[in-house]
């Protein structure tokens, strides 16, 4: 018999679930459809590769913020030096308003596709939408609205299912994929990884850990009340395994449509989320095209503020600033402060003739320079009995977050050594 004061499954999601889902942003819907349309079904291995590593690296950073009460960049700043932390923080914060920039034009070309009028008014609504909603809304009211637009990414799967794939042929170059030597191929194997395994969602996902635990009255670090260490640690799992599953069942679905519909139709060059919702209403209909661009804007909204967020909650652990999404506007100037000025710099950086997809670029670029530093200091800090009390990591974290760090650093150096060459 079950207790009647057990929480519904759907309620016990909430950082990790939302993590997993804001991974699939415009701008990752846009790599996985250029990486689809590009190699076709023998890139989607790269997802099966990212899924475990993701789900050790983020359930590391949800357990440092539910054991320590403190998210993940306050944590760093305690443990290492402050002009190592503050420089990772700093172009983390960089890269996000690069991110952003793409991701609001995205929901704006989105929105253009679907009902026609200016993009640039529509990228303008939603930023500001999203400043305010972050601002005026308590958290807890807020998540609910986060995980229901989390929800449109079912859109990709439902894609799926309105056109031709071979499943057989899929799942042998799932499996045992047709690999290839050429530099294109390796880009796109960093592309996916840098994708799926990104900084920005380390510190959303700890801090929202470490707000909970500072405002819920039931809820205090682990550290001080070891006894509720089973439970918490058992839905941490549960919410990041259920995130990243979701994130990464989505983007299969986008590399898959890329590969089904766009490269067997021989259109293998795909820029952004918005040519990619256009390439397929051709080929796969109308339903197709409005269920993809529709997900393009839903998926915006809900990258919007973990981008802007984890940007200000990085920059508040790291200099002391008052941070969390429950204090009111007066209270936490700086944080909020750095939030709006995040999104509306990413805003202001659309509206700029600046090619989406070098924004891409560079933030992959930075992204890539700070992930494995950051990882690296993430797992030693998770290791430490003085920072996790009785509770480091255990052995099969410890393993999944070292591969995670090595597999990013080893798509680092692919990155970096590959930009020097011809692209073929």
């Avoid at 932390?85 to 929105?111: M, T």
């Avoid at 191929?185 to 996916?192: F, Q, T």
């Avoid at 919007?304 to 990085?314: E, K, M, Q, R, T």
């Avoid at 494995?372 to 993430?378: D, H, T």
Wanted: glycine share 8%.
């Amino acid at each position: 018999m079950p207790q009647k004061n057990e929480t519904p499954w759907w309620k016990t999601l909430g950082a990790g679930f939302v993590t997993g889902a804001a991974d699939d942003d415009p701008s990752g819907i846009a790599t996985y459809s250029q990486v689809g349309a590009a190699f076709s079904y023998g890139i989607l291995w790269t997802v099966l590769l990212a899924l475990p590593l993701m789900i050790g690296i983020q359930s590391v950073c949800a357990r440092i913020g539910r054991v320590t009460g403190a998210g993940l960049a306050e944590n760093l700043r305690k443990e290492f030096p402050l002009p190592v932390v503050a420089g990772a923080v700093i172009l983390l914060a960089v890269a996000n308003v690069i991110n952003l920039a793409a991701d609001i034009g995205a929901i704006g070309a989105a929105a253009k596709l679907l009902v026609s009028g200016p993009a640039p008014l529509y990228a303008a609504i939603a930023a500001i939408l999203s400043v305010v909603l972050q601002v005026f809304v308590p958290m807890r009211r807020y998540t609910p609205i986060l995980k229901l637009l989390a929800l449109s990414l079912l859109a990709y799967i439902a894609t799926i299912v309105m056109v031709h794939v071979p499943w057989a042929h899929v799942a042998k170059q799932t499996v045992w994929p047709t690999l290839t030597m050429k530099v294109d191929y390796a880009v796109g194997i960093v592309a996916v990884l840098g994708t799926t395994i990104s900084p920005y969602l380390f510190f959303w996902q700890s801090s929202q850990e470490a707000n909970e635990v500072r405002t819920s009255p039931r809820r205090q670090p682990l550290k001080q009340k070891p006894k509720h260490a089973d439970r918490a640690f058992r839905r941490i799992w549960v919410d990041t395994v259920t995130g990243m599953v979701f994130s990464e069942v989505v983007a299969f679905c986008i590399i898959l449509a890329g590969a089904a519909v766009l490269h067997a139709h021989g259109k293998t060059d795909i820029q952004t989320s918005a040519d990619a919702a256009m390439a397929l209403k051709p080929l796969a209909g109308k339903f197709a095209f409005v269920l993809f661009s529709g997900g393009i804007i839903g998926t915006g909204m809900l990258a919007i503020p973990v981008l802007a967020g984890s940007a200000a909650f990085a920059l508040g652990e790291t200099f002391r600033w008052r941070t969390g999404l429950e204090r009111k506007p007066q209270r936490a100037k700086l944080f909020y402060g750095a939030i709006a000025v995040a999104t509306l710099g990413g805003m202001t950086l659309s509206f700029t003739p600046m090619d989406p997809i070098k924004m891409l670029y560079w933030s992959a670029v930075i992204n890539g320079v700070v992930a494995v530093p950051l990882m690296v200091l993430i797992m030693l800090l998770a290791a430490r009995r003085r920072n996790m009390g009785r509770f480091p990591i255990p052995r099969v974290l410890k393993m999944l977050g070292w591969a995670a760090t090595c597999v990013m650093g080893a798509a680092a150096v692919v990155m970096f050594a590959t930009a020097f060459l011809p692209h073929h």
